[in-house]
Each structure stands twice: as structure tokens, then as C-alpha cells.
């Protein structure tokens, strides 16, 4: 097992709008300039995004770090990834660049990468595709040059461009779920390919970030192949930094039993094959 | 009954009020035999384990801290989903998770001993006899300035009981009484139709401080599934849209008790401490603002010497509880 990188604490800031932009119909990316906190941030790694100073809605809004920006080998900055669906996120889209905006980050661990993986595999349904682009700059930047991206969206409206989804270098493969984009699937059947083809075996590493459902399917894909694969999960949050313990998980334990981890401070990223879902035997 | 600065409820035993005829600002109070440096705390399940904020702010320099219920077993908490965002507030049913008083005082409390301000614990029992018991134990160790007693988390079993019968409040706050001499915050439901019954027993029942309010019952639904949103069906309502129910109750308890009054409702700045301070509160505490706006204590903190100074006061006794009726009221 790698050791995690050692993790500095979060910063409460505002950091300056550099871009907002639509990237699908429904989707958009939004590149904010902290230098500050950009420097402690990694991979896999979320910020916490307030969305209105008059608090409506009342609670910040977590997102995954989309891609960290550097300068000159300098941390400067980060993107984060977002669908508009709600007050919130409508919020984020109105807001323009030069504007400022509230978060709090880096919260939440960061990927372990064996150092012995020469290959990975990354796998993102809908809006889960977030974290994507940060983690694969990072595995490249770590030398693992074989970098497949299994991305699956809903249907047209919420689906990225590959270059938005992936830096250079990946092998990107898409499907969406009612065909309008690309061929007709679901993501773990991209998964299935690889795993037939041979370009998926255990020892390889495997970033996962999606809905529930589709952690459920990979695990149990995986699972015979005995190969292990991180979840960056996402629940609702009150603070995401660990006081209002609002964000529970089921997680096995060594021990075989089942105890609540927090998303926010005990993951978001957690080993696929230990969490626990509804319908899953207790 | 008067309600003025004098009155009841006035910070009782503070200083003097700050020095005669002019000097620096003496936000400072004292709750039994506690002195407190200044009426900014923190409210109970919004502070973590004490530590999460110290990124954000020294937390030296809050006037206490409320630390997340403590009960006798650990407790893994209620089934997800636990909350859901309402407006202007947020529902919760976490369900007092917590990791037993035992493994908290070995694992969490050194932690706390360095948060640098006075440390408040919050304990509840799952009966009469387990908070005079509970009261008992912690009260054994050092570095605990005084006890908060949850005697009204909508979110377990028989949670609302210790504050709705005015008898049972009465016999919580004798026995634990009995049980420690650090000063007892008693902490009230806003779910009852009159609090003031309830204050007056706990007040007969030896605590030296009442603090209100805790969260309102409430319900979310997801119609199109007909179920609650919650994982257990009912939750309490925190945040902005409570302040103006927790400013009545804080005034009502204020009038009807002579103990010093810590309101807690939905303050997120100093204008709404202030509104409270007004209403009989001679402390405060930040709750779900925690979540928010990580350095809201303190922002409410420093906005407290301008606002004093607009109203001509010096000190908490120039202000507590002096709301006005208005004329012909």
C-alpha cells in the first residue's frame, strides 16, 4: 500500500474567477484563482463552495477539484466541475469572472497510488467525471503512462467533450445511457471490455467516481478479478471538514462489522470494496 | 418582573459591569462560580471535537466552547440520509453519534484541554439516574469547566421527556446537582407550550444557567416517494429561519428566571447577538452558522465593540435584556 500524501489544512478564502464557462448543455467548469490554497491541494481532494452571500441557500456546496492549475511548476489555482440542477448551482452559474467566491479547502483525503502501478483505470458516471482530469494529470505526472478513462453520461445535454473530461496522453472511452452520445451503455460496460481484453488486471490502479449504483455494479465487476479500486463518493454535507457528522457512510471494518465513516473527513475517497450500500446483505 | 440590566438574568455576578464612568469594553460575565472572557461560544454538535476550527481561527479566543453531546455507550448515530436543507435552515437527525463517555474522555478531551477557551460539556442521559451518572464521571476530570445538559435533542428516543415535564427537569437538574459542583447549563426545547414552567423548575433544580434554544421538530417530505426525507422521519430545525421563535423564548425565560440566559437560534452575526442580548441573553452561542461561515464565532465576536458602542454600553449589563416594549403594549 502507498503511503497518502501528507495533507495540509484547509483555508476559509475567497479566490478570484478566472473563467465560467459552459462546457455541455447542463454541465460547466468554473477556474478560480488561490494561490494559497491551490498549493495544498491534491488530487481526489474537494473544496466547499458558498454560493450566495445572502445565504439562500444556506449551505456551501462541495465540489470535487476538476484539475489543479499550475504556473511555472507553481500551484495557482483550481477548476471545479458542475451540473446546474439546483439553487445552488444556479447560483454558481450566474456568477461571472472577476467575481470573487467563498470556499473552504482543500477538505477531504487524496489518492493513494501503489508505486508499483504501471496502468489505471478511470471510471466516472455523470457529473462524477469531476475529479477526473485531476486525478489522471496526477497519475501521468507520477510516471503511470497507460491512463484509460471510462466515462459515462446520462444522455446528450449532460455530456463533456472528451478534452474536457481527460488531459492528453488518455485513452478516453464514453457511452451515454440513451445512445445520444456515442455508443449505447452503461459505464461498467466499458469497464467490461477492458477487463475481456485484458487491459484491466489486479495490480492496475482504479479511481472510481459516480452515483451509488454504479459503485454497487463496479464493485461487484471487480470483485472476481480481485482487483481494488478507490470511490470518491459524494453525500450531502452541512460543513465538510467534520463537525456536523451529516454525511454518513457505511463502511466494513476489519473486523467484519459495519460502522458510519463520514464522506467528508474520513473520504471522500474510500477502498470500493469496503463500503456499504442499500441492498447490499448487511 | 423588571427584566432590566438589574433584573434578572442580568450577568450575574459579572465584574461590575466593566468600570465606572468610562474605561475599555467588559464583554465578560460569570455563570455560577465560571467566569467567562466573553459571551461568544460555540453550540453544541456544531463544534466538532474542537479541533476542525483551529485552521480557520484561534480558538482562544471564543468565550467558550459546547462540545458535541457526550452519552454513557457510544452511539453510531441515525440512519443517512441526516439532513436536508429547508429555507432559510436545516433539518438534522444525526442522533447524537458519539463514541461513549469513556472513549471520549481518553481520546477527545487532552485534545479540547488545548483549545485555550473554557470547555463546556455537553452530556445526555438516557435516564435520571445516567445523567447523574454521567455527570459523576466526567466531572472527575480535570480541565472541564462546566456542564451543559442536553435535555432536548428531538433525535433519540425519549430525547424531548427531560424538558417538557417540569417535574422530571427539576429532578434532572437535583440529582446532577448532587452530583458535581461545576456550574450547569440547562439546555431547553423550544417543543413545549410554555417554557417557562420548565425554566423555573430547572432554576428550583440548581442550574446556574438556562440555554435556549435547541431545535424545533420538524418534518421534510419527499411526496413523490411518500416518505420523510430523513432517515428517521423527524428532525430539528436549525439555522436563520429559527431566530425569530428562539428571540421570544430567550425573552420569556429571561423574565420568568433569575439566571443568566444563553441564546442560541440562527445567530450567524453580531447584529443577531445583539438582538438576543436585548431579548435577556447574557451569552450566546453559534450553531449552525459553524457550518457555513467557519469563522462566524469570531466574526460575531469582533462585531460586538462597535455595536456596544452604538448603544453607549460598556459592558453586558448595559444591554441584557433591555428590549423596550413598544407604547400601548
Not at chain 2, 242 to 259: D, F, S, T, Y
Request: with cysteine; net charge neutral.
Amino acid at each position: 500500500m502507498a503511503a497518502a500524501p501528507a495533507l495540509e489544512p484547509p483555508v476559509c478564502m475567497e479566490g478570484q474567477i478566472l473563467e465560467n464557462r459552459v462546457i455541455a448543455p447542463v454541465t460547466r467548469v468554473m477556474k478560480v484563482h488561490a494561490p494559497e490554497a491551490a498549493a495544498r491541494m491534491h488530487a481526489g481532494q474537494f473544496v466547499n463552495l458558498l454560493t450566495s452571500a445572502e445565504r439562500v441557500p444556506l449551505l456551501r456546496r462541495p465540489m470535487s477539484i476538476h484539475r489543479l492549475v499550475r504556473h511555472h511548476e507553481v500551484a495557482s489555482g483550481f477548476y471545479v466541475l458542475y451540473d446546474v440542477v439546483g439553487p445552488g448551482t444556479r447560483n454558481l452559474a450566474r456568477m461571472k469572472p472577476g467575481e470573487k467566491v467563498d470556499f473552504v479547502g482543500p477538505l477531504g483525503n487524496a489518492i493513494t497510488v501503489p508505486p508499483a502501478a504501471r496502468r489505471a483505470v478511470l471510471v466516472a458516471g455523470g457529473v462524477g467525471v469531476g475529479p477526473i482530469k485531476a486525478v489522471a494529470e496526477d497519475l501521468l505526472a507520477r510516471g503511470v503512462r497507460d491512463v484509460t478513462v471510462c466515462y459515462g453520461a446520462r444522455d446528450y445535454d449532460h455530456s463533456i467533450p472528451v478534452k474536457e473530461a481527460a488531459p492528453d496522453g488518455c485513452r478516453v472511452l464514453v457511452c451515454t445511457d440513451d445512445g445520444s452520445v456515442a455508443r449505447k451503455g452503461r459505464v461498467t460496460d466499458l469497464v467490461e471490455d477492458l477487463l475481456r481484453g485484458g487491459r484491466l488486471a489486479p495490480g492496475d490502479y482504479v479511481f472510481a467516481c459516480g452515483p451509488h449504483a454504479m459503485f454497487r455494479a463496479l464493485r461487484d465487476q471487480l470483485r472476481p478479478f480481485g482487483i481494488a479500486a478507490e470511490a470518491a463518493t459524494e453525500e450531502f454535507m452541512g460543513c465538510g471538514f467534520g463537525v456536523c457528522f451529516g454525511c454518513p457512510l457505511r463502511q466494513r471494518q476489519p473486523d467484519g462489522s459495519v460502522a458510519y465513516r463520514l464522506c467528508c473527513v474520513d473520504g471522500c475517497i474510500f477502498p470500493l470494496d469496503t463500503l456499504v450500500f442499500d441492498g447490499d446483505p448487511a | 418582573m423588571s427584566g432590566g440590566p438589574t433584573g434578572p438574568g442580568a450577568p450575574a455576578g459579572a465584574p461590575g459591569a466593566g468600570p465606572a464612568g468610562g474605561g475599555a469594553l467588559d464583554l465578560s460575565l460569570t455563570v455560577g462560580a465560571l467566569r467567562l472572557p466573553n459571551p461568544v461560544g460555540t453550540a453544541s454538535g456544531t463544534f466538532g471535537k474542537g479541533l476542525e476550527f483551529q485552521p480557520f481561527y484561534d480558538t482562544a479566543r471564543l468565550g467558550f466552547v459546547v462540545v458535541k453531546t457526550i452519552t454513557t455507550e457510544p452511539r453510531a448515530g441515525n440512519p443517512p440520509p441526516r439532513l436536508v436543507e429547508t429555507p432559510g435552515g436545516l433539518l438534522n437527525s444525526i442522533g447524537l453519534a458519539n463514541p461513549g463517555v469513556e472513549a471520549y474522555l481518553a481520546e477527545v478531551l487532552p485534545r479540547l484541554r488545548t483549545l485555550g477557551a473554557p470547555l463546556v460539556l455537553n452530556i445526555a442521559g438516557h435516564s435520571v439516574a445516567d445523567f447523574e451518572a454521567l455527570a459523576r464521571r466526567v466531572a472527575r476530570e480535570a480541565g472541564i469547566d462546566a456542564l451543559e445538559l442536553n435535555m432536548s435533542c428531538p433525535n433519540v428516543a425519549r430525547g424531548l421527556d427531560y424538558s417538557t415535564d417540569p417535574a422530571t427537569a427539576r429532578e434532572v437538574l437535583r440529582r446532577v446537582r448532587g452530583a458535581t459542583d461545576l456550574p450547569l447549563i440547562a439546555k431547553l426545547s423550544p417543543n413545549v407550550t410554555d417554557i417557562r414552567p420548565i425554566a423555573e423548575a430547572v432554576a428550583e433544580g440548581g442550574a446556574d444557567a438556562v440555554s435556549a434554544i435547541n431545535t424545533l421538530v420538524g418534518l421534510a417530505i419527499d411526496w413523490r416517494r411518500r416518505r420523510p426525507v430523513l432517515g428517521r422521519g423527524v428532525g430539528g430545525l436549525s439555522g436563520p429561519c429559527i431566530k425569530p421563535v428562539a428571540l421570544r423564548l430567550v425573552r420569556q425565560v429571561h423574565r420568568a428566571v433569575g439566571l443568566p440566559v444563553i441564546g442560541i437560534g440562527g445567530i450567524e452575526t453580531a447584529d443577531d447577538a445583539m438582538e438576543f442580548f436585548l431579548a435577556g441573553a447574557s451569552a450566546i452561542q453559534v450553531g449552525t452558522a459553524n457550518y457555513y461561515r467557519p469563522r462566524a464565532c469570531l466574526e460575531v465576536l469582533e462585531g460586538l465593540p462597535e455595536r456596544f458602542a452604538a448603544l453607549g454600553a460598556r459592558s453586558l449589563a448595559d444591554v441584557v435584556g433591555t428590549l423596550e416594549d413598544p407604547p400601548g403594549a
